[in-house]
């Protein structure tokens, strides 16, 4: 009597979780390599993936900030929802502008910003596997959060060149700076500055404006469209053309080299809190 073999069904996973394994990827609006980018995704950070165009771009959206736009799926490492519960949080981040990771197989730059999961001081590990570190980090579940450590941290910035979308110090935005800057504090912000002015404690005055306020600045329709870190000696630091640093009164923010106002202060709002 001959009997069918029976075959195993293979069961198809599908990966609808992703992590960044590149150095900084892409966030666009549209799913075309024309379009605009909308934010970016630093090594170690890690995303859902929403839509699906075809096989050339996937809709992804941020875990961190719940941000949407479209990756090209080749700069993706795709993950399993088991493994992506493990690497969605990341305390450490890296401190360097630039460093190269390590592996038995991989040597390859990450950028300032970027989430180091499971790190020990040497070593950390992704989906992908265990790599070395050697660069600075910094953890936020070691850190006391101080004025002086947000200003250092912001300090890292200066001079980054102006970039819409952008988070990295090769390129950032006004709100991916105050963004990211929190980020590698442990502290969370969204991603747009109208967003980020929703949270925290209003500050009434400019001069009780303390160091790592945040302050928002309006267009002439009265939209909030830029923000800034508050530093000591009525200064702000935020982007503009490039990282940097200016003078703030409770009009706005006066730049000095062109001898007037850039921009019309509309809040200070107050993130950090005392314990």
């Known amino acids: 009597m001959r009997t069918k073999?029976?075959?195993?069904?293979?069961?198809?996973?599908?990966?609808?979780?992703?992590?960044c394994h590149l150095s900084v990827i892409p966030v666009r609006r549209k799913p075309e390599d024309s379009s605009e980018i909308v934010t970016q995704l630093l090594y170690g950070e890690?995303?859902?993936?929403?839509?699906?165009?075809?096989?050339?771009?996937?809709?992804?959206?941020?875990?961190?900030?719940?941000?949407?736009?479209?990756v090209d799926p080749k700069q993706l490492y795709f993950t399993t929802p088991e493994d992506h519960k493990k690497f969605e949080r990341a305390t450490a981040h890296c401190l360097e502008y630039a460093q190269p990771i390590i592996s038995d197989d991989v040597s390859q730059p990450i950028l300032m910003g970027s989430a180091l999961p499971y790190f020990d001081g040497m070593n950390y590990k992704l989906p992908s596997?265990?790599?070395?570190?050697?660069?600075?980090?910094?953890?936020?579940?070691?850190?006391?959060?101080t004025?002086?450590?947000?200003?250092?941290?912001?300090y890292k910035y200066l001079n980054a060149p102006y970039l819409w979308g952008g988070r990295s110090p090769f390129g950032i935005d006004c709100s991916g700076f105050t963004q990211i800057v929190f980020k590698m504090l442990g502290m969370y912000l969204p991603r747009d500055?109208?967003?980020?002015?929703?949270?925290?404690?209003?500050?009434?005055?400019?001069?009780?404006?303390?160091?790592?306020?945040?302050?928002?600045?309006?267009?002439?329709?009265?939209?909030?469209?830029?923000?800034?870190?508050?530093?000591?000696d009525s200064k702000i630091i935020h982007a503009s053309g490039h990282v940097r640093i200016d003078h703030l009164d409770h009009y706005g923010i006066y730049n000095r080299e062109k001898k007037k106002y850039s921009h019309v202060l509309r809040v200070i709002k107050r993130v950090m809190t005392s314990d």
């Not at 004025?147 to 912001?154: D, G, N």
């Open 5 to 19: 073999s029976l075959k195993k069904r293979k069961v198809k996973v599908q990966l609808d979780h992703a992590i």
């Open 46 to 70: 890690t995303c859902q993936i929403v839509k699906r165009k075809n096989k050339s771009w996937v809709k992804i959206q941020l875990d961190y900030d719940g941000y949407e736009g479209w």
């Open 129 to 145: 596997g265990k790599y070395i570190f050697s660069g600075q980090v910094l953890d936020s579940e070691d850190l006391t959060v």
């Open 147 to 154: 004025p002086e450590l947000i200003t250092k941290v912001a």
């Open 193 to 232: 500055a109208y967003q980020q002015a929703e949270q925290g404690q209003t500050i009434d005055f400019v001069e009780s404006a303390e160091i790592g306020d945040l302050a928002y600045f309006v267009n002439k329709e009265g939209k909030i469209i830029h923000v800034g870190i508050v530093l000591p």
